[in-house]
């Protein structure tokens, strides 16, 4: 989300629903010793580049509600209903 405001990779596979967490971790809260752990983790199981997650991400939230606010303004979803 930090890198592709539109988030496309998801929605264009039909993604409709994106729940933080669901893989046994969660990116927030974060404590500033384990900001590499997560990094490196993330690229192990999600195969994301290391250097991607290093630049692209802030990594500077501590609750989950000020990771939120790390997200205000950057995401460009677009919502559609089909009948």
Known sequence: ??????ISPSSYHGVTSVFAGNCGFS???L????????????????????????????WNWASFGS???CLDNKM???LCAVW
């Open 1 to 6: 989300m930090f890198w592709d405001p539109a």
């Open 27 to 29: 990116v927030a809260p």
């Open 31 to 58: 404590v500033p010793e384990a900001g590499d752990y997560l990094i490196r983790l993330l690229a192990k199981v999600k195969g994301m580049p290391l250097k991607s997650l290093r630049e692209g991400v802030p």
């Open 67 to 69: 990771y939120l606010d």
């Open 76 to 78: 460009a979803i677009l």
